[in-house]
Nanobody, 127 residues
Framework: QVQLVESGGGLVQAGGSLRLSCAAS????????MGWFRQAPGKEREFVAG????????FYADSLKGRFTISRDNAKNTVYLQMNSLEVEDTAVYYC????????????????????WGQGTQVTVSA
């Protein structure tokens, strides 16, 4: 089992940047594929970005390509989400998630595919 704690959220003006971090504890971090999801008020939780166990494969929601970057540091047991050119529509609670796929290159993109979730961190983008 793994425990996930997100940090780095906050209030930022449109056009600004934030970097979210998700620290994992428990079992070997490199065993987990990781993902970021977000949930805006009144909306369902949606996939943002995913990264494979090895970090060599990534995948993004189409609407976010070019603005967000997911990365991981297996030595620090941490996954990151760099968010640039933030828009008011990016306002949401951002969640980190983990799962243990068999293949080191696999990236998961669907909510039910993830077994472990953090508590979330609020990101608010003002106009």
């Amino acid at each position: 089992q793994v425990q996930l704690v997100e940090s780095g959220g906050g209030l930022v003006q449109a056009g600004g940047s934030l970097r979210l971090s998700c620290a994992a504890s428990g079992r070997t971090f490199s065993s987990y594929a990781m993902g970021w999801f977000r949930q805006a008020p009144g909306k369902e939780r949606e996939f943002v970005a995913g990264i494979s166990r090895s970090g060599t494969s990534t995948f993004y929601a189409d609407s976010l390509k070019g603005r967000f970057t997911i990365s991981r540091d297996n030595a620090k047991n941490t996954v990151y989400l760099q968010m640039n050119s933030l828009e008011v529509e990016d306002t949401a609670v951002y969640y980190c998630a983990a799962t243990e796929p068999n293949f080191v290159w696999l990236v998961l993109t669907r909510d039910p595919e993830y077994d472990y979730w953090g508590q979330g961190t609020q990101v608010t983008v003002s106009a």
